[in-house]
T-cell receptor, first 113, second 115 residues
């Protein structure tokens, strides 16, 4: 069974549209994350939720809004998509400790035209 | 400023050869250091985690070292295989108080194994 799953795997859309990416983990972890990996392959954390509470919110445009309905889900909604939003978005989960290994999903490849 | 720098940026070696990837960090207070492997088109997967008191840790053909004094870590790959072709990312965890920490990600080293 997939530990961390994301949907969709690929997303191609026009500038200005609103889109959502879903993430689910079945590992029983209490913390979930969203990362953005751009064309230079640098992973940058966007958000982190612990027990449905936002604990990390890096400098991300407020067009990006995470939503955590429960501990096993963390969805990412993006309003008014821009060309620069094109990237691979990874969801991850872990136990909330500094040594908690993060388990990553397969990524969602977003292309904004 | 907390930073993690990796070298080389990319590396090409022949199958069967050994290689060593470097990670230098300026992170304080240090909690632990982790090496991840990211295959093309997939999410990163943890290889090893090292705490302050650990100098060496092995995971199959992967051996990580940590020198907390010089703030350097290395990942040594022995007898490389084609499946080792991937990006290897160093991640350092900095403590920010009780149960609060920050992860600082390196830019990764892209390793290509040629037959």
């Amino acid at each position: 069974d997939t530990a961390v799953s994301q949907t969709p795997k690929y997303l191609v859309t026009q500038m200005g549209n609103d889109k959502s990416i879903k993430c689910e983990q079945n590992l029983g972890h209490d913390t979930m994350y969203w990362y953005k990996q751009d064309s230079k392959k640098f992973l940058k954390i966007m958000f982190s939720y612990n027990n449905k509470e936002l604990i990390i919110n890096e400098t991300v445009p407020n067009r990006f809004s995470p939503k955590s309905p429960d501990k096993a889900h963390l969805n990412l909604h993006i309003n008014s998509l821009e060309l620069g939003d094109s990237a691979v978005y990874f969801c991850a989960s872990s136990q909330m400790t500094s040594s908690g290994t993060q388990y990553f999903g397969p990524g969602t490849r977003l292309l904004v035209l | 400023k907390n930073q993690v720098e990796q070298s080389p940026q990319s590396l090409i070696i022949l199958e069967g050869k050994n290689c060593t990837l470097q990670c230098n960090y300026t992170v304080s207070p240090f909690s632990n250091l982790r090496w991840y492997k990211q295959d093309t088109g997939r999410g990163p997967v943890s290889l090893t985690i090292m705490t302050f008191s650990e100098n060496t840790k092995s995971n199959g053909r992967y051996t990580a070292t940590l020198d907390a004094d010089t703030k350097q870590s290395s990942l040594h790959i022995t007898a490389s295989q084609l499946s080792d072709s991937a990006s290897y990312i160093c991640v350092v965890s900095a403590l920010r108080g009780h149960s609060n920490y920050q992860l600082i990600w390196g830019a990764g080293t892209k390793l290509i194994i040629k037959p």
